[in-house]
């Protein structure tokens, strides 16, 4: 499977005239009938066509940004005097044409024409995608991927001493979106199905893993190991004890009190997350949320001047803090694994991480819907999700706290693996700016 920020390849379920727009329509685009998205299309296009749809949060290749006229062109002052509507970061965003939202970018399959040499080898190519397919290049060029920020110098997340030191310790894996994975269900028809609140914090896992312990090698290896630089086909010796230790870490990078990470300190992740009494090779995953300190909360504020009916009931600031009380922050357990003796890591079922995170004294995210033997109704998967995250036509209250919901993650447990996918509610996706107000939502 390639990459969630990859293209998908979609159809074109229905086209609409926007009111006042003379070039462009909105459209649904969907796979094999389930509606995935809105789209703003050319009023060229209609209903049945084929095409890639780019989810907001991914960024198009440069060479198919200008191959597609996409770019937009300014003047020595500033001003926008021709092409597209992307910026030379190419970001993919959902934002409003003529006040109607739209949810990322659809191209039709002629955006692919640059890369091939006729008509009909781009015909040949498209003939053998399917809908749900994703692409993320074609012919050995890429065309999207998720967008990253640009960084001044080369991104190192940690000293290569700490990531080797340390065994069996693997990232959280990044949970893909519901709507863009539709074709991946059809195989999981039977399965137990689990949604809970998604939790807006910070991510954590710790583990009793193997750690190396430091010690001298003998003179004669450190002499090898200084002629390895010159020789590469030299061995290269390293010391290859261990013994279990609680390691801690985020996300991607393992904690190093020497290097504090992006909140200035560490005391908020030990502090919540103490010292469990794991078995060896067992992880946990999970989310802090709260505050760093008596002043700070672990996620920024938004601003809800957007939207006027949730500053109404919310204020002018929506500030995640999951019912803790100022100063005080909470881990909480969605992800365990353990080793088997033949050294392959397992995913626990959801219901005995929350037996094990309750013996380890942590609390799972709340179950909001489950079922025992999932029928592969995707329409109606989707219906109850829309349910839960947006009763309210675009946004929920948090199960936990005066501030909202900001998702849920729906999870399958079929033939002993676990399959989770993730779907964030409109208001939430708005206030973190990449989403647009939906139509008669402004703030007057």
């Keep these: 499977m390639t990459g969630f920020y990859s293209a998908l390849v979609v159809k074109i379920q229905d086209v609409k005239p926007i009111k006042g727009a003379d070039f462009i329509a909105s459209a649904t685009i969907g796979i094999n009938n389930i509606t995935v998205a809105h789209v703003i299309v050319a009023n060229t296009v209609s209903a049945g066509e084929y095409g890639l749809f780019f989810c907001a949060g991914s960024q198009i290749a440069e060479s198919f940004a200008q191959?597609?006229?996409?770019?937009?062109?300014?003047?020595?002052?500033?001003?926008?005097?021709?092409?597209?509507?992307l910026d030379e970061k190419r970001k993919i965003r959902a934002q409003r044409f003529k006040g109607?939202?739209?949810?990322?970018?659809?191209?039709?399959?002629?955006?692919?024409?640059?890369l091939f040499e006729s008509p009909q080898a781009l015909r040949a190519y498209t003939d053998s995608l399917v809908e749900g397919d994703r692409v993320q290049?074609?012919?050995?060029?890429?065309?999207?991927?998720?967008?990253?920020?640009?960084?001044?110098?080369?991104?190192?997340?940690?000293?290569?001493?700490?990531?080797?030191?340390?065994?069996?310790?693997?990232?959280?894996?990044?949970?893909?979106?519901?709507?863009?994975?539709?074709?991946?269900?059809?195989?999981?028809?039977?399965?137990?199905?689990?949604?809970?609140?998604?939790?807006?914090?910070?991510?954590m896992r710790t583990g009793r893993v193997p750690v190396r312990v430091q010690g001298e090698l003998p003179l004669w290896k450190k002499i090898v190991n200084k002629c390895n630089l010159l020789c590469p086909w030299l061995p290269k010796f390293v010391l290859d004890s261990y013994t279990f230790d609680l390691v801690y870490g985020?996300?991607?990078?393992?904690?190093?009190?020497?290097?504090?990470?992006?909140?200035?300190?560490?005391?908020?992740?030990y502090e919540s997350v103490g010292r469990p009494d794991l078995l060896e090779n067992e992880v946990i995953y999970g989310e802090i949320v709260g505050w760093i300190n008596e002043e700070t909360p672990i996620m920024p504020?938004?601003?809800?001047?957007?939207?006027?009916?949730?500053?109404?009931?919310?204020?002018?600031?929506?500030?995640?803090?999951?019912?803790?009380?100022?100063?005080?922050?909470?881990?909480?357990?969605?992800?365990?694994?353990?080793m088997d003796a033949f050294g392959v890591i397992h995913d626990l079922p959801h219901?005995?991480?929350?037996?094990?995170?309750?013996?380890?004294g942590y609390e799972t995210p709340t179950v909001i819907f489950?079922?025992?033997?999932?029928?592969g109704d995707i329409q109606a998967l989707l219906?109850?999700?829309?349910?839960?995250?947006?009763?309210?036509?675009?946004?929920?209250?948090?199960?936990?706290?005066?501030?909202?919901?900001?998702?849920?993650?729906i999870l399958f447990e079929k033939n002993g693996q676990v399959y989770p996918y993730k779907h964030k509610g409109i208001a939430f996706k708005i206030l973190e700016g990449i989403a647009e107000v939906p139509t008669g939502e402004e703030e007057s």
């Design 137 to 203: 290049s074609v012919r050995g060029t890429e065309i999207c991927r998720r967008f990253a920020l640009p960084s001044a110098k080369p991104e190192k997340l940690q000293p290569e001493k700490v990531q080797d030191s340390v065994m069996n310790f693997p990232p959280h894996y990044k949970t893909p979106q519901l709507a863009y994975c539709l074709q991946d269900l059809e195989h999981l028809v039977g399965a137990r199905l689990i949604i809970t609140e998604k939790l807006h914090g910070t991510s």
């Design 351 to 360: 219901a005995e991480v929350k037996r094990r995170a309750s013996q380890l």
């Design 100 to 114: 109607v939202r739209s949810e990322g970018l659809w191209m039709s399959f002629k955006s692919l024409s640059y």
């Design 67 to 85: 191959a597609n006229n996409l770019l937009a062109v300014y003047d020595s002052e500033g001003n926008k005097t021709s092409g597209g509507y």
């Design 250 to 269: 985020s996300r991607r990078t393992i904690l190093d009190d020497s290097r504090l990470g992006f909140y200035g300190t560490h005391a908020f992740r």
């Design 301 to 338: 504020d938004q601003d809800t001047k957007e939207l006027k009916d949730v500053k109404a009931l919310f204020g002018a600031s929506m500030r995640y803090t999951y019912g803790q009380p100022r100063g005080t922050c909470k881990h909480y357990v969605y992800r365990i694994t353990q």
């Design 383 to 409: 219906s109850k999700v829309q349910e839960i995250v947006e009763p309210n036509g675009y946004w929920c209250k948090s199960t936990y706290g005066d501030h909202i919901m900001e998702g849920v993650v």
């Design 370 to 375: 489950e079922e025992e033997n999932w029928n």
